[in-house]
């Protein structure tokens, strides 16, 4: 789409409204409800469905269809980071309370992060046309990886602290309890850290990894940096509702990492098409039409059969504990 200035000043600024509301609403600590949770949940899908609404009058079917297309499959990916977003909370022990700050406040640093890697990667294609088999390859060895951890069983039950995280922790010092929603106190005349920062901290620096598979494979579904950047905002500004709405439900998804591989593989075996055909050779290319229908079938099956693998083995415990 040819989006001016103004309009992309205009969406900048209404997606920070949306945010000041989002943190007013959830300024006072408190445990969420999954009714306060579902109806957030909702409020922010519907916003997406009327924001994709309006780029269909603003640029037509194909920009939509990449909007929708990358949406989903960012929404997707975020579900299975939410996995390593509850391994943070057990590992910090954060209060219940205090847990819809935490991400809100996360949600705020992904949203500003993933706006420089959107820049970057915008700035490297438009400058080399073959960064595309970089990222197509990049996408197919991370979807073999995911099915390799799938396989071997080897999700962390405990949340390790990267080594940027332990050096600023040494350089601070952090206090041994949580003061409120504070992010500093002073102790002994010494300004140190709570843990309450630790944990913003911790879920911020994990996004930036997160977005080194999400940003290459949205940019398979689009080179528009304007839906890139939008359909990762709205991706995650529902994300902190949603946590609370499927957090038990997250254990259940047990083929998520084998749907989400092939929807990476998918989307890389798209881009080194694609970038075939940049360099001339004659290849089919893959439409957003089946790119969109193809990422929703996958993920609508193994919400199925996880669904139901998990039933089969809560129904062999229970069988077992009898």
Not at 226 to 233: P, S
Request: with cysteine; proline share 2%; glycine share 10%.
């Amino acid at each position: 789409m040819n989006v001016s200035l103004t309009v992309w000043i205009l969406t900048v600024v209404a997606l920070c409204a949306l945010v000041g509301v989002d943190f007013f609403i959830g300024r006072k600590p408190h445990e969420v409800t999954l009714r306060e949770a579902g109806t957030w949940t909702i409020v922010w899908v519907v916003l997406a469905c009327v924001f994709g609404l309006g780029v269909f009058l603003y640029g037509g079917g194909q920009p939509t269809g990449e909007f929708f297309a990358g949406y989903i499959t960012e929404k997707s990916l975020s579900v299975d980071n939410l996995f390593v977003f509850v391994l943070i909370m057990g590992k910090f022990a954060v209060p219940t309370q205090y847990q819809q700050r935490v991400l809100m406040v996360g949600v705020i640093m992904a949203l500003v992060l993933r706006a420089g890697f959107i820049a970057a990667g915008a700035a490297i294609i438009s400058a080399f046309s073959w960064v595309f088999y970089l990222f197509g390859a990049f996408l197919i060895w991370t979807a073999w990886k995911l099915v390799q951890d799938a396989r071997k069983e080897e999700h962390e039950e405990e949340y390790q602290e990267n080594k940027l995280l332990k050096a600023v922790e040494r350089r601070f010092g952090v206090a041994d309890r949580y003061h409120g929603t504070k992010l500093f106190i002073t102790e002994n005349g010494k300004r140190i850290m709570t843990p309450m920062l630790v944990v913003m901290l911790a879920i911020g620096s994990t996004d930036v990894l997160f977005a080194l598979d999400s940003i290459p494979a949205i940019y398979g579904l689009t080179q528009d940096p304007y839906i890139v950047f939008t359909a990762n905002a709205f991706a995650l500004m529902g994300l902190r509702q949603l946590y609370f709405l499927i957090g038990g439900l997250l254990r259940k998804l047990v083929h998520l990492s084998y749907g989400l591989s092939i929807i990476l593989g998918f989307i890389g075996v798209k881009l080194v098409l694609h970038a075939l055909h940049e360099s001339g050779v004659h290849v089919p290319e893959i439409s957003i039409p089946f790119s969109l229908g193809f990422i929703v079938l996958v993920l609508a099956i193994t919400t199925f059969t996880s669904l139901r693998a998990s039933r089969k083995l809560e129904q062999q415990a229970e069988a077992s504990g009898a």
